[in-house]
C-alpha cells in the first residue's frame, strides 16, 4: 500500500540518505531520478469497487477462457468488502461478500472433490493475528464464485498470495504483512480443504506481491521498501532468498509492490513489478532476471493508473482488443472516488517497450 509523504528516514531508506529517500519526495522528482518510461494507454477498465472514498481495490487475477477467449473473466480484491468477477467489458458479473480480502490468484482444470474446477484463493485478513487462505471455485459460464472453506496459514497478519505447482502439488505461498513466507501444501480431495505448512521463508520488512514461474521453480516476492527478491519454490529448496533488484528509485521506486509473470514463448518470458512510488511498471527478463524497460499507463479514454498495488498478466488470446494477452492493474486513484482496475493489452507493452513479437 501507498504510503503518504513524511520525513522519518526508515532503514530501506539509509543507501539514499544524501539524495533523500524516494516516497519522501514529490512524485515529480521521484519520476525525475527514476529510469524513464514509455506510455501506454488502457483499452478498457472495470466497474469500480464497491468501497468508494476507501483504499479498497488491490489484487486482480485473471482466467482466461481456451475455448471462448472473449468471454474470459476477472477476479478482483475490495480489501474492505470482498470479491467481484468481471468480464473483460469490465463489468460486474459476481460479488461476493467476503470481507477483508487482500490479494487473489487462481487456478484452472484444479480437482475439487474429484471434480475439475477453476480454483480461487484469496489471502483472508478478517482476523488480523491469524493468517487464513480463503478458497472458492469459479463457475466458467456464470461467473459466479461459491465458497469452499478456508485454510490456516499461520500466525500473523495475510497480505499476499500467490497458487503454483511443485513437484506433483499445489502450492499457497501466503506472504504475511511482516515479510514471513508460509509455503502450504492444499489438500482439496476431501468435503473441506486443508492445508499443511511444509516451510517457512522470510524477508525482513513488509512485503506483499509475489507469484511462482512454475518452468523454472522460483517464487518472486517483493519487500516494499527494499526490491524484489528470489526463492526456491519447491517445497524441499533452499530458503535463502536471491535479491533480483533493489527499490533504489531508478528502476523500482519504493513501494515494490504487485508481482506477474509473462509466460510467452522461450526467450519471452518476464517478471513485472509495480513500481508504486513513480506510478510505473519494470520488467525483468526472466530467463537471467535482468532488467529490460518500464512503461506507465498513461491518460486516455479510460484514464491513467496511480499508486497501483496488485497487477497481473496472462499471455494468450483474450480476443479482439487483447489478441496477445491481457495486463491489468489496480488504479489506486479513481474519479470518483472509488478505485478499479485497468486493463492494457500485452502486445501495446511490448511495441511500447520494444520487446520482440
Known amino acids: ?120 484463493a484469496a489471502s483472508d485478513r478478517n482476523d488480523l493475528t491469524q493468517a487464513k487462505i480463503a478458497l472458492f471455485t469459479l463457475d466458467a459460464e456464470t461467473a459466479k464464485l461459491a465458497p469452499i472453506g478456508t485454510v490456516p496459514a499461520g500466525t500473523g497478519e495475510a497480505y499476499g498470495i500467490c ?29 473441506a480443504p486443508s492445508g499443511e505448512i511444509v516451510r517457512s521463508l522470510k524477508l525482513a520488512t513488509q512485503s506483499e506481491g509475489c507469484v511462482v514461474d512454475e518452468q523454472t521453480q522460483r517464487l518472486y516476492v517483493a519487500e516494499e521498501d527494499v526490491g524484489l527478491w528470489r526463492f526456491d519454490a519447491r517445497p524441499t529448496g533452499s530458503t535463502s532468498p536471491t535479491k533480483i533488484a533493489s527499490a533504489d528509485g531508478k528502476n523500482i521506486v519504493a513501494d515494490a509492490e504487485g508481482v506477474a509473470l509473462a509466460e510467452g514463448p522461450e526467450g519471452g518470458r518476464y517478471i513485472l513489478v509495480s513500481s508504486q512510488g513513480d506510478n510505473a511498471y519494470t520488467i525483468f527478463r526472466a530467463s537471467d532476471e535482468a532488467y529490460v524497460g518500464r512503461f506507465r499507463i498513461a491518460e486516455g479514454t479510460f484514464g491513467a493508473t496511480e499508486e497501483t498495488d496488485g497487477i497481473e498478466l496472462i499471455v494468450g488470446d483474450f480476443g479482439p482488443a487483447y489478441p496477445g494477452g491481457l495486463f491489468i492493474a489496480q488504479d489506486g486513484i479513481q474519479a470518483g472516488g472509488a478505485q478499479n482496475f485497468k486493463l492494457v493489452a500485452w502486445d501495446d507493452i511490448k511495441t511500447a517497450v520494444g520487446l520482440p513479437r
Not at 467476503?98 to 487473489?104: C, E, S
Not at 505461498?173 to 480431495?189: N, P
Open 1 to 120: 500500500m501507498f504510503r503518504a509523504t513524511h520525513f522519518v528516514l526508515v532503514p530501506a531508506c539509509l543507501s539514499l540518505v544524501l539524495a533523500g529517500c524516494a516516497t519522501e519526495l514529490p512524485l515529480a522528482e521521484r519520476i525525475a531520478r527514476a529510469t524513464p518510461a514509455v506510455t501506454v494507454v488502457a483499452r478498457g477498465e472495470t466497474v469500480p469497487v464497491g468501497s468508494a472514498n476507501q483504499d479498497a481495490a488491490d489484487d486482480p487475477a485473471i482466467w482466461r477462457n481456451p475455448a471462448r477467449p472473449e468471454a474470459s473473466l476477472i477476479i478482483g480484491t475490495d480489501k474492505k468488502a470482498g470479491l467481484y468477477a468481471y468480464d473483460l467489458n469490465g463489468k460486474i458479473r459476481d460479488f461476493y461478500d467476503a470481507g477483508r480480502v487482500n490479494n487473489v490468484d487462481l487456478r484452472a482444470n484444479i480437482l475439487v472433490a474429484d471434480t475439475p474446477r477453476i480454483l480461487v
Open 163 to 191: 497458487l503454483g505447482h511443485s513437484e506433483g502439488k499445489l502450492y499457497a505461498f501466503m506472504v504475511l504483512k511482516d515479510g514471513t513466507i508460509h509455503q502450504i501444501a492444499l489438500d482439496l480431495t476431501g468435503p
